[in-house]
């Protein structure tokens, strides 16, 4: 068996590290709340709603007024330009509601003071009247009422009904999926600056500096040239602060503009709970015909997300949901159904994964019953469903090198499968409540915004005379690498080393329209853009070469001769004639060429029409496979899981150790959304797991001691920048064969006779249910 992720990472001494690594190691790293220190400096903080639907009667502002230390309590009259933050149409969502409550903790205005203290002090005497409604708060609720946020999504292919009738078997059946929370360690925030004339500077803790910069200008009335948003690196996002800062850089814009002040907004860890989306908790029915050999004949699936009060990413996050149901599987005959439903809580947002994972456990259910009621091994139901060189999607586009299964025969040669499963059949035979099971989880990972006009990327490149090089591109840094994977992508088109260049910070003024750092398109979008522009760069310096090497040497200009590699360059002609990077950037200064390019860069081929359910929303897919191995205490619903094993197809990999971190986080994070991390919503409406203390979130030790991680590469013409592969939202999903590694020891108490109703996530609670079922006599 190969050596553990850990072993592996101390073996490899070719790894490069990360930029900035040291600093953030030593806690020296600045964030958003270091920004701008000031001694003139101001603290917002809101007045929120108290309930989760209601008509506002009345506001007294009175009291919180007279509190010593508060600058200005402003409510949306103050605002004096659009009171909307809405993503498709600014009006959608207000930034202070002025009539109707539509989810606890809903902005209705803000304090803006002295100190926190105050601010928060001062938002607790404003006086609210209003008239409580009973409130939408689950998915059957809002469908039973109609409540949606747009109109039903469709995707269909084939004929769905012809499948069922020359299906063998039929199952059918109904499933949820629950919330989980972002948990960066940096809550949302942000710092407003007052700039010349009308402008402000935001800094702000977000994934879309553009998104903050065209609603901040919206709420301020002003151009989105007189915003400049700066951000040098966010403390986690994970899809939560893709929108979900948005709202709290405007109000701190607004309070900034109307008092002339510096001002602070931060979120504390629990107002950050109680305020801000989740991942969308999901309601899915299915019914799913098959033939003897487990062949799916036909697909049809209805897939309800819980929105929350606005759209946000709702209706996009859904469609990605639609999009992702087939996986690694081809369907002929599918309809695919998608909703998403209006609640009154906050609205839920992107999440790693973007609606993938609650369709990841949809279809992989399937493909658990399927071989449950075939008496089948489940990775044989897999591989004769898998997708082949050339498929269609059910929205219509062709896949491409497929891998699915050369990564099966791998995962169970390197897992050693057969030996594995025999010993828990041991094993479960021989203990009464702890129980062992083996849970198995393919993917493949469609990568691009399926919105086509956010697959687009800016970035600025400058050479100074002593070599030393600065790079500006549209991506947010926030724990990813994505900083370490653009400058790397400079250097090796420049042929210099990393320590040349500084990374700058994200800011507005220097890049503009961009989209947000998300969808595990951050390297693959500003990458292409960065390499563009050092490419110019680089075409410029040989022309400066050739001129050069014709002074010194009386060398005929050859430009395209000129080779650059390790800091050093030369021409092929006369490779005894070489000279430093540097000796040339001054060259280049003093004799007048350009040593600045800037290039956009737009991913070629993409469409995608939402109307139909067809086009090729995806640049490229993912693919790749996990096993893993768990124990289960039937009688204290406690879970461990002894062994994972991940083999990820990951292209032309650009740093195998920030990869490596990827597949580990994004894995660890799968494991708690399935197994620990829950969202109690009391009948009120009023989040009930608040605090870390309430909210449990997989810690060091629940790491297995076993986890074997390969990155396998491969040379793939459907790829990105170089030929690599985007990494950050696909490994989340190999967390989830926990919950059916879980799922398959609980059946043993009946030797698989038996299905178990454990419920996701398989918390002890619901475990120790699901067992206490399984030994229940018919």
């Known amino acids: 068996m190969a050596d553990t992720y850990r072993q592996a990472i101390r073996e490899d001494a070719q790894i490069t590290t990360q930029l900035s690594v040291e600093e953030m190691v030593i806690g020296k790293a600045k964030y958003t709340a270091d920004a701008v220190p000031s001694r003139d400096l101001l603290y917002a903080y809101p007045i929120a709603s108290p309930v989760a639907h209601g008509v506002i009667r009345n506001i007294d502002l009175s009291k919180a007024k007279e509190v010593d230390g508060v600058a200005g309590v402003f409510t949306a009259a103050d605002i004096p330009g659009q009171n909307g933050i809405g993503v498709e149409e600014r009006e959608e969502e207000p930034l202070f509601t002025e009539e109707e409550l539509n989810y606890i903790g809903q902005p209705i205005g803000m304090v803006v003071a002295s100190s926190e203290e105050t601010a928060r002090y001062a938002a607790s005497l404003v006086d609210i009247e209003y008239s409580e409604l009973e409130p939408i708060l689950t ?15 469709v995707v269909e292919r084939g004929d769905i009904e012809a499948g069922f009738r020359e299906s063998a078997h039929i199952i059918e059946g109904v499933l949820e999926s629950g919330a ?70 405007a109000m701190a814009a607004l309070a900034c503009s109307l008092t002339g002040r510096v001002v602070s907004l931060i979120l504390s860890r629990q107002d950050d709970f109680r305020w801000t989306g989740k991942r969308h908790p ?46 690694p599987y081809k369907y002929d005959n599918v309809k695919i159904i998608g909703r998403g439903c209006k609640t009154h809580l906050p609205e839920n947002t992107a999440f790693r994964g973007f609606g993938a994972p609650q369709a990841a456990f949809v279809r992989e259910y399937v493909i658990e019953e399927i071989a449950a009621f075939l008496k089948k091994e489940r990775h044989e139901v897999e591989r004769i469903n898998f997708y082949k060189e050339g498929s269609v999607t059910p929205y219509g586009q062709r896949v491409y090198e497929v891998s699915s299964e050369k990564l099966l025969d791998n995962l169970l040669d390197v897992s050693d499968y057969a030996r594995l499963k025999q010993e828990d059949r041991v094993f479960n035979s021989n203990n009464e409540y702890l129980k062992r099971g083996l849970g198995f989880l393919p993917i493949k990972y469609g990568i691009a915004f399926t919105a086509t006009f956010l697959n687009q990327g800016n970035a600025l490149v400058w050479v100074y005379a002593d070599g030393s090089i600065s790079l500006n591109h549209g991506g947010v840094e926030m724990g990813q690498g994505l900083h370490t994977k653009v400058a790397y992508v400079v250097a090796k088109t420049l042929g210099v080393s990393m320590k040349r260049i500084r990374s700058e910070s994200t800011n507005t003024k220097r890049i503009g ?39 010194k040497y009386d060398l005929t200009p050859w430009a395209e001769g000129i080779e650059f ?21 001054d060259y280049c200064y003093f004799n007048r060429y350009n ?45 461990k899981i002894l062994d994972a094993f991940i083999l990820h197809e990951g292209g032309e990999i650009l740093n195998e150790n920030i990869d490596r971190g990827q597949i580990v986080g994004g894995f660890m994070q799968g494991y708690g959304l399935c197994t620990m991390e829950e969202i109690p919503i009391s009948g009120e409406g009023r989040n009930l797991a608040d605090t870390m203390s309430t909210y449990k979130v997989p810690a060091f030790d629940d790491q297995p001691d076993n986890l074997y991680v390969k990155l396998i590469p491969s040379e793939n013409m459907h790829a990105s920048i170089f030929g690599s592969k985007g990494i950050g939202e696909p490994p989340l999903l190999y967390g989830l064969a926990t919950y059916f590694a879980i799922k398959d020891a609980i059946e043993s108490i009946s030797d698989h006779k038996k299905k178990s109703v454990l419920k996701n996530p398989a918390t002890p609670e619901q475990i120790v249910l699901a067992a206490e079922g399984m030994r229940q006599e018919e």
């Open 565 to 585: 590699k390790n800091d050093k360059w030369w021409d092929r002609r006369a490779t005894d004639l070489v000279h430093s990077f540097e000796e040339l950037a």
């Open 513 to 551: 329209s961009v989209a947000s750092t998300a969808a595990s398109s951050g390297t693959d979008i500003n990458g292409y853009a960065a390499y563009l522009a050092a490419v110019k760069i680089k075409e410029e310096m040989r022309r400066a070469a050739a001129e050069f090497l014709k002074e």
């Open 180 to 249: 989980q929370d972002h948990v960066y360690l940096e809550t949302n925030r942000a710092v407003a600056v007052p700039e010349y004339g009308r402008g402000i500077k935001v800094y702000s803790a977000t994934q879309g500096v553009t998104d903050v910069q065209g609603v901040c200008a919206n709420v301020l009335g002003v151009s989105h040239s007189e915003v400049e948003v700066e951000l040098l690196r966010v403390g986690g996002a994970f899809g939560g602060k893709e929108r979900g800062g948005t709202m709290w850089a």
């Open 595 to 639: 040593l600045g390019a800037q290039a956009h860069y737009a991913t070629p081929g993409l469409f995608y029409d939402k109307k139909t359910g067809v086009g090729t929303p995806f640049s490229y897919f993912v693919f790749g496979h996990a096993l893993v191995h768990v124990e289960v205490d039937t009688l204290t619903g406690e879970s």
């Open 139 to 153: 998915i059957d609720q809002a469908l039973e009422k109609n409540s949606l946020l747009d109109e039903p999504l």
């Open 282 to 327: 999901f309601k899915t029915e299915y019914k799913v015909g098959f033939d003897s050999k487990g062949k799916i004949q036909a697909y049809y699936v209805e897939l309800n997300a819980n929105g929350g009060a606005y759209k946000d990413f709702t209706i996009p996050i859904v469609e990605r949901a639609m999009l992702g149901i087939d996986g």
